[in-house]
């Protein structure tokens, strides 16, 4: 089915309102993952964002039409470990078991949770949605935040420019746990994440199954609200966020970026990198073109 007739015949498994900062590209992959799954899902969502805003309707009512879990921060990757296991010991392998975890619940404090059920090969599509921080209580640097991101725990000044350290590059190190599948994806090139969402869900019935989703966001970053396609455009473009698959030990780059923009070019969309030097902008862009080699030589 084309990717459009998809997205315009399933129902939408969101309510039609929920508590989301405007422009929040978080939702755009939350709306448009469950669309895709379908009505015979189950999913779970640790603190973070998505659960408190992408899952809450109005007035504290449910904002989702199928059964979502509340887990803790670090333990997502366990807890679905034995919801995919109770439904395989009951013959119910068809309903697709997705965790949704912000970059600070997977890349961070669940990683270990996140890192066995990969290496046990556990039967669920985890889907990291990256907002490059923990924007639920203010926006601190998480380990997927961009070097010279100013955040409430990396200032930026007259003494510190902003995070100092390159981000980790997540999907690598899942894609080396050999799973099933792994892919990177973006709100601004929709084809392929309808293609990677459903690759991913397949993958899932067989084994681990991860998706690292791009999703900038308007608050924590300061853009305007209506800027967020065309900031994760522009991340693409600059080799920041590059989208490839990785499927049965195979590399392969989705989206071609022959041409890169500079990060600088891409720094200048938003207000969380007005205080970044000159020397750290060096860095961080000798750090985004070590990481595109590395995938071209993966991807050759």
Not at 68 to 81: D, K, Q, R, W, Y
Not at 227 to 245: C, H
């Amino acid at each position: 089915m084309n990717y459009l007739d998809v997205l315009s015949t399933k129902p939408d498994m969101l309510s039609p309102g929920i508590s989301t900062c405007g422009g929040c590209a978080m939702e755009i992959a939350l709306r448009r993952v469950l669309q895709i799954a379908g009505p015979n899902t189950v999913f779970s969502i640790p603190p973070g964002c998505a659960a408190g805003a992408g899952t809450m309707g109005w007035n504290f009512t449910n904002g989702v039409r199928i059964p979502v879990h509340i887990s803790l921060l670090p333990n997502m990757g366990s807890m679905m470990t034995g919801v995919s296991q109770m439904y395989q010991r009951r013959g119910r392998e068809e309903v697709n078991i997705i965790a949704f975890a912000g970059d600070g619940a997977s890349a961070d404090c669940g990683f270990q949770a996140l890192s066995g059920a990969a290496e046990r090969g556990e039967r669920m599509l985890y889907i990291c949605y990256d907002n490059e921080g923990y924007m639920n209580t203010g926006f601190q640097r998480s380990s997927t935040t961009t070097m010279g991101s100013l955040t409430s725990t990396t200032p930026a000044g007259s003494v510190t420019h902003g995070k100092a350290q390159a981000q980790k590059q997540l999907a690598f190190i899942m894609a080396m746990h050999r799973v099933e599948y792994v892919a990177t994806l973006s709100p601004a090139y929709m084809k392929d994440f309808v293609d990677k969402v459903e690759k991913g869900l397949a993958a899932s019935k067989r084994g681990f199954a991860f998706l690292h989703v791009y999703t900038p966001c308007p608050t924590g970053w300061h853009f305007a609200q209506d800027m967020a396609i065309q900031v994760a455009r522009a991340g693409v473009k600059a080799n920041i966020t590059p989208l490839f698959e990785v499927e049965g030990g195979v590399w392969r780059q989705t989206v071609k970026n022959s041409r890169p923009i500079p990060v600088a070019e891409y720094a200048k969309l938003m207000k969380k990198y007005e205080g970044i030097d000159e020397e750290t902008l060096a860095r961080w862009q000798k750090s985004v073109d070590a990481d595109a080699d590395t995938l071209a030589r993966l991807t050759k």
